[in-house]
């Protein structure tokens, strides 16, 4: 455009700007501001809003707080509640809540008033800390100022006072949220207090949360499924759980890996292993691989049972991690630990070399539970030749 003497104008320059931060290319658009200056146009409170969510973007936290101050201080632009909350936010998320804080406080000596997006911020971060009544407080506070909570604000309180089981606290504030201040729950909320309630044993409530949700049209998803399916396996309720698997699969809504993980390990808990594979193999009936997090659930299961001297669920283990790299996933670390120290339980020393050889080669090392297993067989074997080598492998 300049080459072809097309005009253009600040907001040509602010496009541009927004464009290298997008792309990281934060210098350049630096050098953009600089071009801005020379060809005489007044850069506006979005241009420099941008180049300090482009900074915190880079983790150059410390240089936003300097272009920032030098905004403030040299009158270059006043400030608007967008700038202030892009600032706000990137302090809250690099570890500078109190200088975050502070900034919230001087907003007003600075003609801006804060909005729901700014006390949700710091809401936000008065939560991460466990500062749930100064949380509270900062909510009623909005309410006095005529600040609307919306279902953000209330989901994050929401959620804080369920971990720390502050149940009353939470009735009163679901009740003010829908009844005072007319803010409908979304799934979100419910999925909040279905997780909370079924993390406390409380099943039934949990259900009841279910039922709430279809009679206020908000619809249950996987996630809240999931949820629900993990309260059942952490029970040993495992028909519920899967009568609930059948639910979502009478909602159309297809069960993700998750779900299935969830079962493998409950059943692999259960040492029910031939469930555990069965719904394994499943998995692609449903459209969906399993992941290397799943292999290595069922691998867990297969060796814990092959340590109950059932060697040939060790060897479907060994069939199983073969089985890995043929679907083109690459085994973790923990899945070479698992599968080694299911072969030190079954005996099966030489396979563990040749595990242990494997691992080694591909950048990983054996872990405290494969060590502590090697070191148990020493004392109890009598210096074994195969284990001492082993074990010095390990060591290395």
């Not at 900062?138 to 149940?167: A, F, G």
């Not at 502590?372 to 074994?384: E, F, I, P, Y």
Request: with cysteine; charged share 20%; net charge neutral.
């Amino acid at each position: 455009m300049c080459t072809l003497s097309i005009p253009v104008n600040i907001f040509t320059f602010s496009i541009a700007i927004n464009c290298c931060c997008h792309s990281n290319w934060v210098d350049y658009a630096f050098s953009l501001l600089a071009t801005t200056f020379k060809r005489g146009f007044v850069p506006d409170v979005v241009t420099y809003t941008t180049l300090i969510r482009g900074l915190l973007s880079q983790n150059k936290s410390q240089e936003a707080r300097l272009f920032f101050a030098n905004l403030i201080k040299f009158r270059q632009v006043q400030p608007d509640v967008v700038t202030f909350n892009t600032m706000i936010d990137g302090l809250c998320k690099t570890g500078h809540a109190d200088m975050a804080f502070w900034l919230f406080r001087s907003m007003e000596k600075c003609d801006c008033e804060p909005n729901t997006v700014t006390y949700n911020t710091i809401i936000d971060s008065l939560c991460k800390r466990g500062l749930v009544d100064d949380a509270f407080n900062l909510h009623s506070e909005m309410m006095e100022k005529c600040i609307l909570p919306d279902v953000w604000t209330y989901n994050r309180i929401i959620q804080v006072l369920c971990n720390l089981n502050r149940w009353e606290e939470v009735g009163l504030l679901l009740n003010q949220m829908i009844h005072d201040m007319k803010v409908s729950p979304d799934v979100h909320t419910f999925n909040i207090l279905v997780d909370a309630y079924s993390k406390s044993g409380k099943l039934d409530d949990a259900k009841h949360i279910i039922q709430i949700m279809n009679e206020r049209g908000v619809y249950p998803n996987i996630v809240t499924y999931n949820t629900l399916i993990h309260a059942y396996c952490s029970q040993g309720q495992m028909d519920g759980a899967l009568a609930m698997l059948n639910t979502i699969r009478s909602k159309k809504i297809m069960p993700d890996g998750y779900t299935y993980n969830i079962l493998v390990n409950a059943y692999c808990r259960e040492l029910k292993l031939d469930i555990a594979m069965d719904i394994y193999r499943n998995m692609a009936s449903d459209g969906l691989s399993p992941t290397v997090v799943t292999h290595n659930i069922l691998l867990h299961g297969l060796c814990q049972l092959g340590g109950l001297c059932k060697n040939h669920y060790v060897d479907k283990a060994l069939s199983l991690f073969r089985t890995i790299e043929c679907n083109g996933l690459i085994p973790e670390s923990d899945t070479y630990n698992i599968i080694i120290r299911g072969c030190l339980w079954s005996k099966k020393y030489d396979g563990a070399c040749k595990l242990v050889d494997k691992m080694v080669d591909c950048g990983f090392s054996s872990d405290a539970a494969t060590t502590s297993v090697l070191r148990h067989l020493l004392l109890s074997k009598a210096q074994d030749p195969t284990l001492v080598a082993l074990y010095q492998k390990c060591l290395h």
